[in-house]
């Protein structure tokens, strides 16, 4: 499936540069948000710059161990990272909500892409094709709020991370996600 120019892999360079910040500026939030779905990027825009900064840096300190883990080739504490998915991610439910969600625009699938641009190699993105192929149901089922908190999404990528399918051997957890999201979208349009 052809992708659009702003739906390309960010660099590296991007990325290191918002590990050196500490958190992400706007521009980079704006930017991944196009990535994920250029749908979401006006809402984003509402984001007050010094909000987003706050937010991006509790977020990317929650994730800080696991910045360099291959969730695919290493042994992963899994309550850990759970714990640390779900401080980042935080929770919306509560008033106010927490986390990335706390911004205007981020829901679960846009925070899951936020922590997938940032450490890709230990957190997939969170997409209704993606879980419908992992877990065998219809999109519009994978699309609910049961599958947006931290125990799905660990869930969800434990699955991604163990699956030995061929297809897999050499790919990092977000490739795996965007493999399962493809083959979701495809098999959507049969």
Not at 35 to 58: C, G, M, P
Not at 91 to 99: D, E, I, L, N, W
Request: with cysteine.
């Amino acid at each position: 499936m052809p992708r659009k120019r702003f739906q390309n892999e960010v660099s590296q360079d991007f990325i290191d540069c918002i590990w050196g910040r500490g958190y992400l500026t706007g521009f980079d939030l704006c930017r991944i948000g196009a990535w994920k779905s250029a749908q979401s990027v006006a809402l984003l825009t509402v984001n007050d710059e010094s909000r987003i900064e706050v937010v991006t840096k509790e977020a990317l300190a929650a994730i800080r161990d696991f910045r360099d883990v291959d969730v695919v080739k290493h042994a992963v504490d899994w309550s850990s990272w759970c714990v640390a998915a779900l401080r980042a991610i935080g929770q919306s439910r509560k008033t106010p909500a927490t986390g990335l969600l706390s911004l205007y625009g981020v829901g679960y699938p846009m925070a899951t892409a936020l922590l997938a641009v940032v450490a890709p190699r230990a957190f997939p993105v969170l997409d209704k094709w993606a879980l419908s192929q992992t877990f065998g149901i219809a999109p519009n089922e994978a699309g609910i709020w049961k599958w947006h908190t931290a125990e799905s999404y660990m869930d969800y990528c434990r699955r991604l991370a163990t699956d030995d399918r061929t297809e897999f051997k050499d790919m990092s957890i977000h490739h795996r996600d965007q493999w399962m999201m493809n083959r979701g979208i495809q098999a959507s349009k049969i």
